[in-house]
């Protein structure tokens, strides 16, 4: 961790890191002073009735206690520049790192939003702490034992007793309680699961008349709730009135025996009083040490959890030679093959060849690896059999960016960034003219919604795209893919919630603007790609058959199914 | 305590207007009822721990002065030990005293749950369209949390600390008022200046707040769209993006935060401030001869003063907090007063029905939009009628009205002739069994899954359940079978089968009328011909409706009506609609265009 720390601090970043516990040390220093000063305002001051002692010993006092605030500020602000700049950069390493990740068995998005926001927080929090707290406590707690001896030998083998058995008490007592709080918060996620289920599946629970069910379920969880939290709170609650009771017992032994000397006249009233309150200081920080080694602990788990994401950084080798951009737009597939180690393969032996300027088709039902396909042609994933190349070039020599360069792709999941209508279309060619807009919007049919918005393309596009409808995310989704007019085009699925009309209007105009353009369409209604150059179907990861609509029909099974079974399909526009 | 719960909603909350917080705190009472007793032996104890705190600390003084000073060795002795006692009582009090609470916090706080929970089971169909799960959720958790949190630590500290102020204070002013009149101005000048800097920093927070969040959305955006940056060529572009806002909100943060890092030194400045002057005016006061202090009294103060700052802003503090509970309690609250989903007054109990189902001019609104307008139809035992139409002409909301899902407008819904309105709920429901486009299965395992249609169903009749859904096949297939947890939504299992599963379930369910809600919509086509013919068997018997897209599917039906608008445009069978030439035959020719 302190290494993930490292090497996210630079330059002034590093300095406050280091600097920040130094100088808590100052304020440490200047708290420690206190008691000191006031024994000595009590013996010699008071004892020899010295007014110019005393205040001598009060300014000094003061000059401490307004020297603690300077440097407690200072270890404050530096602590969190440390703090914030260290999170700045592990949010912007993270992000980077989960934008270049190319592996195919990745972490779930939500996980990783969770990692790059929550967990760098948490972490956050801990630099924070660790430059403030982690210094003050200890040293408070260890400062304050060492100048209670200075200042009281005879009464210091108290503190000897006291301590260690305040110190295996906490132990014990913390380390008992933390599986039980483990447990609390199963049992706190299985209620939080029993309500969210039942807030999500609402009709069905209404259908089938579950209620009573369902209401069983949740008393017994969140009885068991109940009790697992108060068993995690009562294996705590010991705690606090133990410590109590131990500092009490030390205070009044303090008095006791250091009163009976004091009355032998070995030491003073003054001495007693600068004890016990140091006693006092040490028995908070203690406290709050362990505290802070709760909250540390908690961080290590958010610590790992984004050394994992960070692990999953590639050293990208660069190939060993780029070559140019292709040329030509054919396609090839020469025996690949693609999947995980512990299940069948998603894509088995797929060979095929597209030429220059044609339109290929893929049909097959959903998991049979038509997406995966388009992801190894665009180079999502890298470890596969085989080799695929575009105008003759094997794709894993060409840089990344130019196989971006050379293929668009309008995705099933039509996902719309926050900006304007105009960022979101030119995303993929941030020099498109206004004519390219208007065309690829035309195209894709977009153009009879925005027409009709206020500030057409300067439209604010809300998180997600939340107040376009999903056909019209699709559509814009499309122009999207437009706008670049690559060489190749792929349309994955990207016309599923547009209705029938508006489907077939894209189809039509995509026909003409993408003649003799190698594009490829993967759809699961027949009416897409039937009239493609070549189709290709699918099933379970192998191509069974492929051939053009007509050859189809003859030689494939499946592929006469599909059509039959479709005739039906008649998808209701508004008539 | 505190439960992690994930993401907070509510983590910043707004001053929540309190209306009516006499009426929620007596509430609030009510749900203490049994605990009373306890409640008031936990404030019981609570003074006594107090006060004995607060006379401990003025021994510690008196024995300096009356012991040490004066060689009073066994009179010192027998105090200490008396001290002792004192405090082991104390803290054994202590001990029970949170120990209590805290048993009385968890089952006050289960009990809200439950009552909540129940609420939420009788609430009608209408409130779930019209709330968001997050918020319902965030009241079932969050505020509920929030409630137990003020019942056990922020009450009993309140009532402490406010005890301790006024003991101690008391305790204080007799012994000296001059150190008295410090100790409150050191408290005084603390709270005002974290008052101060609050609102100096209010500012630079909202500023840190707003640029937290736009870094979040670049985040979640980022992450999800993960394949769109990569395939656009766009991940430099959108990292030097992020790296702006990152920065931005680095600064606002660093803004915040080094404003309000003041605090806490100045705290701590004050009070060793308040501690010099206290020690100085003190030991003046004793050479120069005024007043009664004494180094026993210095002695008192000094530790008084650590017990008391922290209090007095304790107090202000949880009165703050006590606030945003109560603005808890209240939303809880609001949730349980909910109205219920009522049978009739004298519904009638029908178990079982022949599956005669009628419609007679069945008008219905939602927010006083129109949606239906004089719907009539009537199906005879063992009929199968389907209904088409464009998405959004009202046919599922048509299906909805036959199980008494929302009120009616106008007419009535009659099964056997008995209007729906009038039949128990439960009885209703077992009736007339609904596959939706997407049901839901739970987070248990298949069989229990299964068996959700028929509570009391024994394992065989799943099975053959499963076999009739041509579901028993795949099931088989799975590690474990039919004991497979499915998780959350079952992602584990595709789509067509997890139809095949709520197939299953209205099999198992044997109840005379049946609904088919578009069941094979999102299904791909080779699992379609399998979820098909489970559907065929299911309605074997059955009055069954059938909504679809596919005109295929509805051929065979004895009834056929066309839905447009929120009313029947056309009615007939397959052949008289196509020979009428309307609308039906439009649609249906359309597809060999």
């Excluded at chain 1, 040490?289 to 990208?316: C, G, H, K, P, Y």
């Excluded at chain 1, 995980?340 to 060979?351: C, E, H, R, T, W």
Aim: charged residues 15%.
């Amino acid at each position: 961790m302190f290494q993930m720390v490292m090497k996210h601090t630079h330059g002034k970043a590093r300095w406050s890191f280091f600097l920040a516990p130094m100088i808590m040390l100052g304020e440490v220093f200047c708290d420690l002073q206190q008691p000191t000063l006031m024994s000595q305002i009590i013996d010699q001051g008071l004892a020899k009735g010295d007014l110019g002692f005393v205040i001598q010993h009060a300014v000094l006092m003061l000059m401490f206690a307004v020297l603690g605030l300077l440097f407690g500020r200072s270890c404050g602000a530096l602590g969190s520049y440390a703090s914030l700049k260290m999170g700045e950069a592990l949010r912007s390493h993270l992000l980077k790192v989960s934008l270049n990740d190319r592996q195919p068995k990745t972490l779930m998005p939500a996980t990783l939003i969770t990692r790059i926001t929550n967990d760098v927080t948490q972490m956050q929090n801990l630099v924070m702490m660790v430059t403030r707290g982690l210094v003050r406590s200890p040293m408070l707690l260890f400062g304050g034992i060492v100048m209670s001896i200075i200042i009281c030998p005879d009464l210091a083998p108290i503190l000897g007793i006291i301590m260690p058995i305040l110190i295996v008490f906490l132990i014990i007592v913390v380390r008992r309680s933390i599986p039980k709080y483990t447990q609390m918060q199963q049992s706190v996620d299985t209620v939080n699961r029993v309500m969210r289920e039942n807030l999500q599946g609402a009709k069905t629970i209404k259908a089938y008349f579950l209620e009573k069910h369902q209401l069983n379920q949740f008393t017994h969880q969140n009885q068991n709730l109940q009790q697992k939290s108060q068993t995690a709170a009562l294996a705590t609650v010991i705690l606090s009135p133990v410590i109590q009771l131990m500092l009490n017992f030390g205070v009044i032994i303090a008095i006791g025996y250091g009163g009976s000397l004091a009355i032998s006249n070995t030491i003073s009233d003054g001495q007693i009083i600068a004890f016990v309150n140091y006693m006092i200081q040490i028995t908070n920080a203690m406290i709050q040490t362990v505290n802070i080694i709760t909250a540390f602990s908690r961080a290590i788990t958010s610590s790992s959890r984004v050394q994992e994401v960070l692990d999953m950084e590639q050293n990208e080798e660069l190939p060993e030679f780029v070559e140019a951009m292709p040329e030509s737009s054919s396609l090839e597939f020469q025996n690949v093959t693609f999947g995980f180690a512990d299940s069948k393969p998603i894509l088995d032996q797929v060979n095929f060849s597209l030429k220059d300027g044609q339109w290929l088709g893929i049909i097959g039902e959903t998991g049979s690896g038509k997406s995966s396909l388009i992801n190894l042609l665009t180079r999502k994933y890298d470890e596969y059999q085989g080799t695929i190349k575009i105008g003759g070039i094997d794709i894993q020599k060409m840089s990344l960016k130019s196989v971006h360069q050379k293929i668009a792709v309008a995705l099933q999941d039509s996902l719309l960034f926050s900006g304007n209508i105009n960022y979101n279309l030119t995303y993929g060619n941030p020099a498109a003219t206004e004519g390219d807009l208007d065309q690829a919007s035309v195209v894709s049919r977009s153009s009879e919604f925005i027409d009709q918005l206020p500030n057409k393309f300067q439209t604010e596009v809300e998180q997600a795209g939340k107040n376009f409808s999903g056909g019209q995310r699709q559509r814009l989704n499309i122009a999207r893919a437009l706008v670049p007019k690559s060489d190749i085009l792929v349309m994955d699925d990207a016309t599923s919630a547009v209705d029938q009309e508006t489907n077939s209007q894209i189809k039509e105009h995509l026909e003409k603007l993408r003649q003799n353009k190698t594009t490829i369409i993967i759809s699961q209604r027949v009416t897409n790609v039937l009239d493609c150059d070549q189709i290709i179907v699918l099933e379970n990861g192998r191509i069974t058959a492929s051939g053009n609509h007509q050859e189809l029909l003859k030689q494939s099974k499946f592929y006469r199914e599909l059509v039959t079974t479709q005739m039906g399909d008649v998808n209701f526009g508004h008539a | 305590m505190d439960m992690h719960r994930g993401p907070r909603r509510n983590i910043h909350p707004q001053k929540v207007a309190l209306n009516n917080w006499q009426a929620t705190v007596k509430r609030m009472w009510e749900y203490l009822e049994t605990y009373r007793l306890k409640l008031i032996i936990v404030f019981l104890l609570t003074i006594v721990t107090t006060s004995v705190t607060i006379i401990g600390n003025r021994m510690n003084g008196v024995v300096v002065d009356k012991y040490i000073d004066k060689n009073r060795l066994h009179a010192l002795i027998m105090v200490c030990l008396f001290l002792a006692i004192i405090y082991l009582i104390s803290s054994i009090f202590t001990y029970f005293q949170n120990s209590m609470i805290i048993k009385v916090a968890q089952a006050t706080s289960q009990k809200i749950r439950q009552d909540v929970f129940a609420n939420l089971q009788r609430l009608p169909m209408k409130y779930f369209d019209t709330h968001d799960n997050g918020d319902v959720m965030s009241r079932l958790t969050n505020d509920v949390d929030n409630i137990n949190t003020a019942l056990m630590q922020t009450f009993v500290q309140l009532f402490t600390g406010i005890i301790s102020v006024v003991g101690m204070g008391l305790a204080m002013l007799i012994l000296s008022p001059i150190l008295t009149l410090i100790a409150i101005l050191s408290t005084v000048m603390t709270y005002l200046f974290s008052r101060g800097i609050a609102k100096l920093t209010q500012k630079a927070f909202a500023t840190q707040q707003s640029s937290l969040g736009q870094l979040n959305t670049q985040i979640e955006e980022t992450v999800s769209g993960k394949q769109l940056v990569q395939l656009f060529n766009h991940t430099d572009a959108t990292l030097e993006n992020f790296d702006r806002v990152n920065a931005q909100y680095t600064k606002s943060a660093f803004i915040a935060q080094s404003l309000s890092s003041v605090i806490g030194p100045f705290n701590n400045m004050t009070n060793n401030i308040a501690y010099l002057l206290i020690t100085a005016i003190g030991a003046i006061s004793i050479i120069g001869g005024y007043g009664k202090i004494t180094v026993g009294v210095i002695f008192t103060f000094l530790i008084y003063l650590r017990n008391f700052t922290g209090p007095i802003n304790n107090v202000l503090n949880l009165i703050n907090t006590l606030q945003l509970s109560l603005a808890s309690a209240q939303r809880v609250f609001e949730l349980i007063d909910e109205g219920p989903e009522k049978d009739a007054p004298k519904a009638i109990t029908l178990k079982k029905a022949n599956g005669h189902v009628e419609f007679e001019h069945v008008s219905f609104a939602y927010d006083k939009r129109l949606i239906l307008k004089d719907i009539n139809l009537a199906a005879n035992p063992g009929e199968v009628v389907a209904l088409v139409g464009p998405t959004g002409a009202g046919k599922t909301t048509i299906m909805n009205l036959l199980t008494n899902l929302y009120p009616l407008e106008k007419g009535k819904v009659l099964i056997d002739g008995i209007d729906v309105t009038q039949i128990k709920r439960s009885d209703l429901r077992k009736l007339v069994t609904v596959v939706q486009q997407e049901s839901f299965l739970f987070n248990m395992n298949i069989l229990e899954n299964i068996r959700l249609g028929k509570p009391n169903a024994t394992d065989e009749e799943v099975y053959t359940a499963a076999i009739r859904a041509n579901a028993d096949k795949f099931i088989r297939q799975l590690p474990n079978g039919y004991l497979t947890e499915l998780s959350e939504n079952a992602t584990q299992l595709s789509q067509g089968q997890r139809q095949l599963l709520s197939i299953a379930r209205a099999f198992i369910a044997e109840s005379p009328v049946l609904v088919l809600d578009e069941a094979t919509a999102s299904i791909d086509s080779q699992t379609e011909v399998d979820v098909q013919k489970a559907m065929t068997a299911l309605m074997e018997k059955k009055t069954s409706f059938v909504i679809a897209h596919r005109l295929s599917t509805i051929q065979n039906a004895n009834q056929i009506l066309v839905i447009n608008h929120g009313e029947i445009i056309e009615r007939g069978n397959h052949q008289s609609l196509l020979e009428k030439g309307g609308f039906y035959a439009k649609l249906y020719n359309s597809q060999f265009d």
